[in-house]
């Protein structure tokens, strides 16, 4: 958000940045990207301090870790297993885990979008949203078409505390 079109490292550390100020409509971070569907911050709501008290609610602790090995020659199938392991530590997975992976990240319905779902991890079934992701621009939009689905969600819980694990890729 803070430099959309390069990576800039004095901005590495930086997460305190909201996207209705600057970004409203979506031309530096589309509003359908993953990064904006699993924390939209303060763009949910007319009103940026509400939006920003309702997505608190919803917060999930994430982190991905890798598992096999790197594929030598990404041309190539070599049928290794190997993907990403989404970690996810919440206190209640109904309102946190479950309300942005149904609400935010399947809903075909967000952010004016209508017919998309998160181009990453989203369901992209046929019928339900056609793998469909568009992209803002001035002065005409981009619609990338045809995206599928290559995410398998599984949960599992201890009995401790709820984890999400899963988003295997």
Known sequence: ML???RDNVAYKDENNFGYTATD??????????????CN?????????QKSLQSV?????????????HRISDNLVE????????????NAD?????????????????????????DPIVGNQDAGTCDGMMTVPGDPVRT??????????VKVG???????STGYVI
Do not use: K
């Not at 939209?40 to 940026?48: G, I, K, L, M, T």
């Not at 619609?143 to 398998?152: A, E, G, H, V």
């Open 40 to 48: 939209p911050r303060d763009s949910r709501d007319d009103d940026p």
């Open 78 to 89: 070599d049928n290794i297993e190997r993907g990403l392991h989404f970690i996810c530590i």
């Open 143 to 152: 619609r990338i078409s045809n995206l599928r689905c290559f995410i398998t």
């Open 93 to 117: 997975i109904e309102r946190q885990f479950e309300f942005v992976q149904q609400t935010w990240i399947n809903n075909t319905v967000f952010g004016g979008l209508r017919g998309e779902t």
């Open 157 to 163: 819980l201890t009995s401790s505390c709820p984890v």
């Open 56 to 68: 608190r609610r919803h917060r999930l602790m994430r982190r991905g870790r890798s598992y096999g």
């Open 3 to 5: 430099s959309p079109d």
């Open 24 to 37: 409203r409509d979506g031309l530096a971070c589309p509003i359908g990207s993953h990064i904006r569907r």
